[in-house]
């Protein structure tokens, strides 16, 4: 069984352009999750996907960050324009339910010049 | 004050030692909770779920106490390749929504 993928897994733009993330969650998970580990901190939980409904977005940070999760499959977290702030691993993960353990992607390491 | 607190540590034990994190969290509406490990600069993987009757897993022992909201790791016989990041992980009212503590690190020397 395929595990979470995430693409890229690296990501170096400048400050006020756009990034594209992307997660490919374990096939049959409708639940859906993102995740952000900024440099010396805890992981922190930015929103979560039941299939293509946001169930949660309370963790996003501001409206620079926009998820999607079209069709129920694969999600994108774009940033636009991007901040020096916004810098850390970005981090997917997904689970067959909410009270189930989740399953990790290796992560998307963004850095903001 | 953090929803999930951790020892930062470093905790440097030889091979062979026994070695117990702990982990307290303020959240009563806590269900369910898990031991994550994770390797420098690699994501989180699960370690084990943690349940109110205690449970094992080879040379780990996970221990939840509901009424004084703290949660323990125990590692036996310790390997080398035990040396990686643990952290404490609530599942905040079941919802899905992980909180994670800032992690224990732990090194094992030969």
């Known amino acids: 069984e395929a595990g979470v993928t995430q693409f890229p897994s690296h990501s170096v733009i400048e400050k006020g352009q756009t990034v594209t993330l992307r997660c490919d969650p374990i096939s049959g998970h409708d639940n859906l999750y993102w995740y952000r580990r900024v440099m010396g901190k805890e992981i922190k939980f930015l929103l979560h996907?039941?299939?293509?409904?946001?169930?949660?977005e309370s963790g996003m940070p501001n409206n620079r960050f926009l998820a999607e999760r079209t069709g129920g499959t694969y999600s994108t977290l774009k940033v636009q324009p991007a901040e020096l702030e916004d810098s850390g691993v970005y981090f997917c993960?997904?689970?067959?339910?909410?009270?189930?353990?989740?399953?990790f992607g290796d992560g998307t390491r963004l850095s903001i010049l | 004050r953090k929803e999930v607190e951790q020892d930062p540590g470093p905790f440097n034990v030889p091979e062979g030692a026994t070695v117990a994190f702990n982990c307290t969290y303020s959240?009563?509406?806590?269900?369910?909770f898990f031991w994550y490990r994770q390797d420098c600069r690699k994501e989180p993987k699960l370690l084990m779920s943690v349940y109110s009757s205690g449970n094992e897993d080879g040379r780990f022992t996970a221990q939840l106490n509901r009424a004084s909201q703290y949660i323990s790791l125990l590692i036996r016989d310790s390997k080398l390749s035990d040396s990686a990041t643990y952290l404490c992980v609530v599942n905040k009212g079941n919802t899905g929504k992980l909180i994670f503590g800032q992690g224990t690190t732990l090194q094992v020397k030969p």
């Open positions: 993960a997904s689970s067959q339910a909410t009270d189930q353990p989740q399953h």
């Open positions: 996907f039941v299939k293509e409904s946001k169930q949660d």
């Open positions: 959240n009563s509406a806590s269900q369910s």
